[in-house]
């Protein structure tokens, strides 16, 4: 008897595991750290490096709801393709281990408590953003423009680059260029993201119609977008530096080593447009750039960065006359 107790009761906290598990698995919890990580990096910079860590606390957790709401919203809308997709088969919807209508609870009182959270513990303004980000990722990424062009990825991703509004409005109460910057760095490394993995998988996507860029235009235009998205987005790096004046050499140093690797992998991708391991190494690099770039961010700004170069530009002259040259 005593065995049969501890085997239900045991089964049912195997159950309880999984279901927890599977509703973790609708928020596409992978994709969240890197959204994190860019509006921890706009908090930093809107408040010169330092940054309230209860402030923090609280805009990453309303930004990890909303990111989380927006994502099971999406595996709602997508429950059909995600059936159809290799990569998507077993997400819970369409495996059967969620239904719509649980799912969507989830996401309703994921936003709500996102919403109220950035309104009652940073502001108005954050918590706006985030809900914005989650009316553009689902009314305008995925329902208007994922299925029907293949710019879905350029105007949708606009939605992955508003965390980097929220972070700067959670410190602030406002947006300004600079924050609207660091929105257009994410916005412009978009599409090299994507389009990389799209390089891999475009046979899946190609199965289910969704005309992503490789499927309609090609491997080797697609390469070439990537190309000049690259360019353009490495460039806008600096912008950060001048005219701005947000973050300065130590920033500089590491967006261009960061930025000089994506250029490199980019341009061996235009011309090794079928190069399968190469699109996924583009792909990898292109999340440990944006990692990265962001903490190049964080260490700039910090207080004790800017005594040390100030001591290292001061003592320039001497470190120079130092050097024995033969
Ligand atoms: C419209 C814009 C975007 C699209 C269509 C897109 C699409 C994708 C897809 C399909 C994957 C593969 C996920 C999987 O295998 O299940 C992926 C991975 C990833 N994405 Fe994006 N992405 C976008 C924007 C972003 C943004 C803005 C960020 C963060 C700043 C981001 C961060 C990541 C990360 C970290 C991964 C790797 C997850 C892992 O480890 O598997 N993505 N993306
Ligand atoms: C502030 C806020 C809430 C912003 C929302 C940010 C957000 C959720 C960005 C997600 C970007 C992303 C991973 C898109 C992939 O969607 P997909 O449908 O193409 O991916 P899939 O093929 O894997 O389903």
Redesign the pocket.
């Known amino acids: 008897m005593q065995e049969l107790i501890a085997t239900g009761v045991s089964r049912q906290h195997q159950n309880f595991k999984e279901v927890m598990q599977s509703y973790y698995q609708l928020t596409?919890p992978?994709?969240i750290?890197?959204?994190l990580i860019?509006t921890s990096a706009s908090m930093w910079m809107a408040s010169n490096g330092r940054v309230d860590p209860f402030l923090l606390i609280v805009t990453l957790l309303g930004g990890t709801l909303a990111a989380a709401s927006a994502q099971t919203l999406n595996c709602i809308y997508d429950r059909d393709i995600d059936y159809t997709m290799e990569?998507?088969r077993k997400r819970p919807i369409p495996s059967g281990k969620v239904q719509t209508r649980h799912a969507l609870i989830f996401a309703i009182v994921l936003g709500v408590l996102s919403f109220s959270l950035l309104t009652v513990f940073a502001n108005l303004l954050a918590a706006l953003l985030a809900m914005s980000g989650i009316v553009f990722y689902m009314g305008v990424?995925t329902h208007l423009l994922k299925r029907h062009t293949t710019q879905n990825?350029v105007i949708?991703?606009a939605?992955?680059?508003i965390p980097a509004l929220v972070g700067w409005a959670a410190v602030t109460g406002d947006l300004s260029w600079s924050a609207w910057m660091l929105f257009a760095i994410?916005f412009l490394w978009?599409p090299p993201?994507?389009w990389a993995?799209a390089l891999m998988i475009r046979e899946d996507y190609a199965k289910v119609g969704i005309p992503m860029l490789p499927v309609i235009v090609g491997e080797e235009e697609t390469t070439r977008q990537i190309w000049v998205y690259t360019l353009i987005m490495v460039g806008s790096t600096f912008l950060l530096i001048y005219p701005l004046g947000n973050v300065g050499i130590v920033y500089g140093a590491i967006a261009t080593i960061l930025g000089w690797k994506f250029i490199q992998k980019s341009w061996q991708l235009l011309h090794n447009p079928s190069d399968i391991p190469l699109a996924r190494s583009t792909f990898k690099y292109s999340?440990i750039y944006?990692m990265l770039l962001c903490l190049g961010i964080v260490v700039d700004t910090l207080p004790e960065t800017h005594s040390l170069t100030a001591i290292l530009v001061e003592n320039l002259q001497t470190i120079i006359s130092a050097i024995p040259i033969s």
Request: aromatic share 8%.
């Open positions: 596409k992978r994709i750290p890197l959204l860019t990569r998507t990424y990825i949708g991703g939605a992955g680059a994410v978009t993201h994507f993995l999340i944006m």
